[in-house]
Nanobody, 115 residues
Framework: HVQLVESGGGLVQAGGSLRLSCAASGITFNIYDMAWYRQAPGKERELVATITPGGGGNYADSVKGRFTISRDNAKNTVYLQMNMLKPEDTAVYYC?????????WGQGTQVTVSS
């Protein structure tokens, strides 16, 4: 039974920081690419950041320089450090595990940035 459980969301003022965590179970975590996606009200889900099993990260242009994705393979956990948050970062953030054509999703955690 695969589970991805996100935590760390909340309400923060613009310019503030949050750290999201996603704990995985039921998969061989260290062979999966991990990612964070987000979905704002009325918008499609979009990719925020990805990280390979070896730790190489990639980011959407909208978050480059502000967000950092990392992983701890010993703890089966992926993180998203979000700094200099903006109101347009408000969304439900989803953790994703991917290997070849297999995808798993978490239930999402709400991030709200007030202006």
């Amino acid at each position: 039974h695969v589970q991805l459980v996100e935590s760390g969301g909340g309400l923060v003022q613009a310019g503030g920081s949050l750290r999201l965590s996603c704990a995985a179970s039921g998969i061989t975590f260290n062979i999966y690419d991990m990612a964070w996606y987000r979905q704002a009200p009325g918008k499609e889900r979009e990719l925020v950041a990805t990280i390979t099993p070896g730790g190489g990260g990639n980011y959407a242009d909208s978050v480059k320089g502000r967000f950092t994705i990392s992983r701890d393979n010993a703890k089966n956990t992926v993180y998203l450090q979000m700094n200099m948050l903006k109101p347009e970062d408000t969304a439900v953030y989803y953790c994703n595990a991917q290997r070849v054509r297999v995808f798993f999703w978490g239930q999402g955690t709400q991030v709200t940035v007030s202006s």
